[in-house]
């Protein structure tokens, strides 16, 4: 659907905001519309729209979903994925908004949610988990620069990283657990608290859980069982004077510490 619209005498640059006038002075070249005026705008749930352009009056359009893939932004509003969720036999590409709600949506329990780009969390912003979830890091970053990144309040997380150096950081409690259960198999967990557990479990058979104050802190009705992974800190392990638990409590049957190796 070819449409034109008035150019200056170069033919290069179009006039914008005068189609409701009476009349255009000076020389003017009229020629097909390029909407090169007109940027679609990303409206953070995987879809774009496009407002009317203001040289040829070609009307707004969308929400229209993205044109992306897993390594290239979309062509129309140049938004990026940053993760793509694996359910059933399909895959949806999320970007961030999405990517956050993944997490507590009651309806994607079992599926798997692949990261495809570093996600950041600023402010208050944390990933409230509730959902039975797998979340395979493949080698990208999930950081929070204000609080902690994951707060678990039920359902089941397993963490992995089926890349290169995949992990989770920030500033402070980098994983709550306050119910349900996560598993970490591969990764980096670090913070000043690596992850504290209240209530609930947390499964660790592998990766890097660190901390500047303490990797693993178990309080209050929390439990873990380890089998595997690498804790470091200042107390590399912590359990506080309310749990029930001790050291020997959290090994896997067969399992023991090792300092440094």
Known sequence: DTRYAYFDESGTTPFTGVLGNKSLTGTVTVKPCDHSTVTAADNGDGTHSTPECPACGRPATGPEAHDWTEAKSCTVCGAVAVAKVEKDSATTLVDKAAFLNAFKDSTNNGVTITMLNDVELAGNESIRSSCSCT????????????????????????????????????????????????????????????????????????????????????????????????????????????????????????????RNN
């Open 135 to 258: 979340l395979d890091l493949n080698g990208q970053t999930v950081k929070a620069t204000g609080y902690g990144a994951f707060n678990i309040s039920g359902g089941s997380l397993t963490i992995q990283d089926s890349g290169t150096g995949g992990k989770i950081e920030s500033p402070n409690i980098t994983i709550e657990v306050n119910s349900g259960t996560l598993s970490i198999k591969s990764g980096t967990v670090s913070g000043f608290y690596g992850v504290r557990i209240s209530g609930g479990t947390v499964n660790i058979s592998g990766g890097v859980i660190s901390g500047e104050e303490m990797g693993l802190w178990v309080h209050n009705s929390g439990k873990a069982v380890l089998s595997g992974g690498t804790l470091i800190g200042r107390f590399a392990v912590s359990i506080s004077a309310d749990a029930s638990v001790t050291l020997k409590n959290l090994l896997a049957e067969g399992y023991a510490y090792h």
